[in-house]
Nanobody, 128 residues
């Protein structure tokens, strides 16, 4: 299984970016999460999309600004990030959990340990 994250870059405050997470070697129904790690801080969960493509969770800090979605034909999950702020600056990672996991609470899928597979990070820098 490979997850390839891309789409990071430098953007001004208020700008937008769309991150992509392309999955290969992973079939069937799986959940995907986006995490980020800012310099000197722990990695935190940003958003999760359940294997049903309808269960979605967001961290409070990004709610209303970020949108997670999936293109099943391309086996790719996106994170559309709007109204970006300097505090969104971080390395963003995507992760996946296979075998049609059931999401029973909003906390568990926002934790790193829940996921089976990880992609490399993509850097997002928001200038003030």
């Amino acid at each position: 299984v490979q997850l390839q994250a891309s789409g990071g870059g430098l953007v001004q405050t208020g700008g937008s970016l769309r991150l992509s997470c392309a999955a290969s070697g992973l079939s069937g129904y799986y959940a995907v999460g986006w995490f980020r790690q800012a310099p000197g801080k722990e990695r935190e969960g940003v958003s999760c999309l359940g294997s049903d493509d309808s269960t979605v969770y967001y961290a409070e800090s990004v709610k209303g600004r970020f949108t997670i979605s999936r293109d099943n034909a391309k086996n790719t999950v996106y994170l559309q990030m709007n109204s970006l702020k300097p505090e969104d600056t971080a390395v963003y990672y995507c992760a996946a959990k296979g075998s049609r996991p059931v999401l029973t609470d909003r906390t568990t899928p926002m934790k790193e340990r829940w996921y089976d597979y990880w992609g490399q990070g993509t850097l997002v820098t928001v200038s003030s």
